[in-house]
């Protein structure tokens, strides 16, 4: 199941994207899934007519995962830490597909990185790694973008990583999805950057989640960037670029400085 948040006229709603691509409807659902469930209203919108939002913004929190990919952690120079490394990005780091993604004035090497992101679905701690999908409303696709020069002048990753609009994820939650070896690929402009696979991760889904759930009381809509394949680069404005993540769908957004 694809959950989407989109807007028609003003108020955001969410809405189940049914259909093949290029004739997708969203069959729009009552008030928010992750609390009353999904009941469908009966009203429907061609996805054409409607401008799709993050599918959700996180009420407490975005969880970051760096290097988590051996390529990526050897063309970065950086060594495999010995536990997931991890860092926090406020909600107001989130926007939606389609949406500008602003480059912070304080940086002039901002890149992309194509990662697979958990949504969770109850509020959870200490979660074993055997009960780990008892928590997980679904996936989605997101961009971790980075200020590069920040990251190495600073001493802490809060500025380099959690400025305004670095985190756009979408285009919605897919609730039916096997995380264990997808495809993730990300396209500047067009051409293909990242080509990765998430069974390439040093440590996967389930192990993030529990690891995470050790450090943090998670909530509903709280999500987890599960890291980035090799291949990351600097983006300029007037630049798109696209993540596109097997059994999920892709996600595009062009800098503005």
Request: a negative charge; glycine letters at 10%.
């Given at each position: ?104 004035e304080f940086s002039d090497e901002v ?147």
């Amino acid at each position: 199941m694809r959950i989407a948040r989109f807007v028609v006229d003003s108020d955001p709603a969410f809405g189940i994207v049914e259909g093949d691509e290029g004739s997708e409807e969203i069959a729009v659902i009552s008030g928010d899934p992750f609390f009353t469930g999904v009941q469908p209203t009966g009203t429907r919108h061609k996805l054409e007519d409607v401008r799709l939002l993050a599918p959700i913004i996180p009420r407490s929190k975005v969880v970051g995962i760096g290097r988590n990919y051996a390529e990526h952690i050897r063309e970065m120079g950086n060594e495999t830490p010995p536990a997931p490394l991890m860092f926090l990005k406020p909600n107001t780091s989130v926007i939606g597909p389609n949406e500008p993604m602003p480059l912070p004035e304080f940086s002039d090497e901002v890149s992309y990185e194509a990662e697979l992101c958990v949504v969770i679905g109850r509020i959870c701690k200490d979660v074993p790694v055997d009960r780990v999908d008892e928590v997980i409303f679904g996936y989605t696709c997101g961009n971790d973008l980075t200020a590069r020069d920040a990251q190495r002048t600073d001493n802490q990753w809060a500025r380099a990583k959690g400025f305004d609009g670095s985190a756009p994820i979408g285009p919605w939650i897919e609730t039916e999805l096997d995380p264990e070896d997808l495809a993730v690929r990300g396209r500047l402009d067009g051409e293909l950057k990242q080509d990765g696979r998430t069974s390439q991760m040093i440590w996967g889904v389930r192990e993030l989640v529990s690891y995470v759930s050790q450090a943090f009381t998670l909530l509903p809509g709280d999500i987890i960037m599960t890291g980035t394949p090799a291949g990351v680069g600097t983006i300029e404005a007037g630049q798109r670029y696209e993540v596109e993540i097997e059994g999920i769908g892709r996600l595009s957004n062009t800098a503005r400085r």
